[in-house]
């Protein structure tokens, strides 16, 4: 069974930090690509960072070297740690799971791909 539920959103000043937390189930968590995506209202989804099984990580120039992606196996959680907030990062945040990736997209065959129902992040300047 899929699962994948996140937690860890909430509201934020500028400048500050968050850390998303999504924990999957154990199937999914093998999949060979976990990441983060997000979707601000009216605008398309953004792929902002992935962790694939070989380890390669890859984020979006939006939010590199200010997110960190990490897991823990022991434990079958994905998280994203989120530092420098900005308010144009405001968005649904979701994490993501599929057996290929493409750029910072997580991506399977036949473009499958399997995510949670999101954590919203506000971050106000």
């Known amino acids: 069974q899929v699962r994948l539920v996140e937690s860890g959103g909430g509201s934020v000043q500028a400048g500050g930090s968050l850390r998303l937390s999504c924990v999957a189930s154990?199937?999914?968590?093998?999949?060979?690509?976990l990441g983060w995506f997000r979707q601000a209202e009216g605008d398309d989804p953004e792929g902002i960072a992935v962790?694939?099984?070989?380890?390669?990580?890859r984020y979006a120039p939006t939010v590199e070297g200010r997110f960190t992606i990490s897991k823990d196996n022991a434990k079958n959680t994905l998280y994203l740690q989120m530092d420098s907030l900005k308010p144009e990062d405001t968005a649904m945040y979701y994490c993501s799971a599929a057996d290929g990736r493409r750029g910072t997209v997580c991506v399977g065959p036949n473009s499958r791909t399997y995510a949670g129902r999101g954590t919203q992040v506000i971050v106000s300047s």
């Open positions: 962790i694939v099984s070989d380890g390669t990580i």
């Open positions: 154990p199937d999914t968590y093998k999949s060979a690509c």
